[in-house]
């Protein structure tokens, strides 16, 4: 026999006070006698031996004591070893991405893969399972757990976090913790395809399952505003994803949910459309939703925010012609200005430069085009995202020859061949790691919009913080740091960390970050793969035989619990026979 929770052996002191009250008490008992002959007989002989006798008569007494002892052997928690042939070691890998609230039945399927994983675990009585949630950074739910009521928990804790699910590094982080006997892998997912699993180890079994049937769904899959003199301009593109001509209506919502706008739309089956029109409005947040539901709804809403440019600009004659050209093209307030002067700018102005010393001015943000004292290093590929700077700024098409060495400590934004692109440091400032004519950046429209982002964050007076994607790890300027996260109906959400890391929020929406007196808002939007439905079929490879014995927990707590019921019977029996006297 052995004890998961013998530290709780101190609550021994409660029998024991319960019987040093009763030796102590005082109890007469009434006696008839007709002489006081005997009276010095009777009191020797019950004070030679006074516990003995109470305890003697009064059976009461021991019923509750051993009552309360079985109580705190209960509490220690005890259980006796077994051996189990059923020697499983099950994994459960869960997909949490946004796809997977695409209706099913009364439910959803998120919902319906959470009930398939709770009868894998009622079928597989001895089994170790452990659980994974996918995503950026995969996760354990729980490790080699045995208990089924514990597993329950532990289903039921887990939520959609919609972020795209990584199912390809996920399954790296699988691989790397299975144990080296072999396990039975289950992939709870909608639509994964079978290239993802290489068979590369024995005694393995991946178990794969998809959504069966093919949803229906409208999707808004871009929403951009721009200002004009009439108000707002808004366009939307919708995707179609039916057999069936889609008709309908757009709300277009500001940040305090006022209805501005609604205009009607119609997409052919399996195509996208393209609506647009001018709001009434000179607000500068946006929210565009479908009247119209489908199976997958998270979708039928986009955020757009309106940026204004609010800070003056010092650009070093020193750099690419272009930059200048597209700062003007934003409408930003530019003046030019040799590399030596730059430090004697106003402070809090925006400093565009490729000379390295000025990173460390703490008067001034800085956009460090270029490494002159360092040397270029070829690259090949298209540009990968690591971390997310604004959702409308798209590298995946822009060409880049050569790049600098990275920085030191600074967090990778984009990256080609695992090589940094662009960074970040800690302070905020943003390095490109690159000259402009070793790329063809200047001919893509993410060009002007970076410049408009960049100039957006390390704006003090700016009315956002930029658009992040769901459950992302970014790192803010400095004067962010320890504000508080609120939704946008003021509920709280959590912290930015003293170091100026702010982990996003999973659901999409407008949120707010604010230190008590200033606030300012950004938008969470789902990642364009997210709004993609394919189908897939269910799948199996490999195959697992258990093998062995492994230790099992039998508890006890049932069997003690029909005991101390048993004796508190007994001792309401006591108590009805003998009547309540003390």
């Keep these: ?151 329950t928990s532990a289903i039921d804790s887990i939520e959609v976090t919609y972020e795209a699910e990584q199912l390809k590094k996920t399954f790296d982080f699988v691989k790397a913790g299975l144990p080296k006997e072999g396990a039975s892998v289950y992939v709870l997912t909608d639509a994964a395809s079978k290239d993802l699993v290489t068979f590369d180890q024995e005694n393995v079994s991946w178990r794969v399952e998809n959504r069966k049937e093919t949803p229906q769904n409208i999707a808004i899959k871009q929403f951009g505003v721009s200002p004009s003199e009439d108000g707002t301009n808004a366009i939307v593109e919708i995707q179609n994803d039916t057999d069936e001509v889609a008709t309908g209506s757009i709300d277009f919502v500001t940040l305090s949910d006022d209805v501005v706008a609604t ?14 029109t001018v709001l009434p409005s000179d607000d500068s947040f946006f929210k565009a939703k479908l009247q119209e539901q489908d199976d997958y709804e998270t979708d039928n809403e986009m955020t757009a925010i309106l940026y204004r440019p609010v800070m003056q600009v010092a650009v070093d004659d020193a750099v690419h012609p272009t930059i200048q050209k597209a700062l003007l093209a934003i409408g930003a307030d530019v003046v030019t200005v040799p590399t030596e002067d730059l430090t004697l700018r106003p402070a809090g102005e925006l400093l565009v430069t490729s000379d390295e010393s000025l990173l460390e001015d703490a008067d001034h943000p800085v956009l460090l085009i270029g490494r002159e004292d360092k040397k270029l290093q070829e690259v090949a590929g298209s540009i990968a995202q690591k971390a997310n700077f604004s959702n409308y700024v798209d590298l995946s098409d822009v060409y880049v020859q050569s790049v600098y060495p990275s920085i030191e400590g600074a967090t990778t934004i984009a990256a080609i061949d695992d090589k940094p692109f662009i960074q970040q440091l800690a302070n905020g400032n943003l390095v490109v790691l690159a000259d402009i004519d070793q790329t063809d950046w200047p001919l893509h429209p993410s060009y002007p919009l970076f410049l408009w982002a960049a100039m957006e964050q390390f704006s003090e007076d700016a009315e956002t913080i930029g658009s992040y994607f769901p459950n992302d790890r970014v790192t803010l300027a400095s004067r962010y740091n320890e504000w508080s996260i609120y939704s946008a109906d003021e509920s709280f959400i959590g912290d930015i960390t003293p170091d100026g890391t702010m982990t996003v929020p999973t659901r ?18 789902l990642e364009q793969h997210e709004k993609q439905l394919p189908t897939e079929k269910s799948f199996e490879i490999g195959s697992y035989q258990a093998g062995g014995e492994k230790e099992v927990q039998q508890s006890m707590l049932p069997i003690g619990l029909l005991i101390i019921f048993v004796l508190l019977l007994l001792e309401w029996e006591v108590q009805r026979r003998r009547g309540f006297t003390t």
């Excluded at 739309?265 to 609506?275: L, Q, S």
């Excluded at 999409?508 to 939007?525: C, H, I, L, N």
Aim: hydrophobic share 45%; glycine share 4%.
């Design 1 to 151: 026999m052995n004890f998961l929770q013998f530290a709780n052996i101190w609550t021994l002191i409660f029998p024991v006070a319960v019987l040093l009250y009763y030796f102590f008490r005082k109890r007469y008992t009434p006696k008839t006698i007709s002489s006081t002959l005997f009276w010095e007989s009777f009191m020797n002989e019950t004070k030679a031996s006074p516990y003995f006798e109470k305890l003697q008569k009064n059976l009461l007494l021991l019923l509750q004591l051993l009552a309360l002892l079985l109580f705190v052997f209960l509490l220690m928690k005890p259980y006796f070893p077994s051996s189990s042939s059923a020697n499983e070691d099950i994994w459960l890998v869960i997909d949490t991405s946004a796809s997977m609230e695409t209706k099913s039945g009364d439910s959803t399927w998120f919902e319906n893969q959470k009930t398939r994983m709770k009868a894998i675990v009622n079928s597989n009585e001895g089994a170790t399972f452990t659980i994974v949630q996918t995503g950026e950074t995969p996760a354990f739910v729980v490790q080699n757990e045995t208990n089924r009521q514990q597993l």
């Design 263 to 276: 205009i009607d739309y119609e997409v052919a089956a399996n195509e996208r459309g393209i609506v647009s």
């Design 508 to 525: 999409p929406g407008f949120y707010q970050v604010t230190d008590g007196e200033t606030s300012k808002v950004f938008a969470v939007s």
